[in-house]
């Protein structure tokens, strides 16, 4: 990725990330510093790049060259919560698009 693009893409997360903390200040009357989004936004996207580096691995590690959701499901099975989320998720759009659960392991209810 280009300098260029990496910085535009960190400019939109520092700006979506501000915007969520701005309205979680005036929600519990409180106040957050730039350097407190600064930082929030550094740690938001170490984690963003250690994400991406290891769907890659999964996918690549499967024989294949594009990320999908069992890759996803994989990277949340350290988080009970987080993988329940998202099997719903992938559950309640399968069931939208009318593909039923073919192919996503662990999602049947």
Do not use: C, Y
């Amino acid at each position: 990725m280009d300098d260029e693009l990496r910085e535009r893409l960190k400019a939109a997360l520092w700006f979506s990330i501000g915007k969520i903390v701005d309205e979680e200040s005036l929600r519990l009357n409180t106040n957050a510093t730039p350097q407190f989004i600064g930082a929030l936004t550094e740690m938001v996207w170490a984690q963003i790049e250690n994400v991406s580096v290891d769907l890659e691995s999964f996918a690549r590690h499967a024989g294949r060259n594009t990320i999908n959701t069992d890759d996803v499901l994989l990277i949340t099975r350290r988080n009970d919560a987080l993988h329940g989320i998202m099997k719903d998720f992938v559950h309640n759009e399968k069931v939208k698009s009318g593909k039923g659960m073919g192919g996503v392991r662990g999602t049947n209810k």
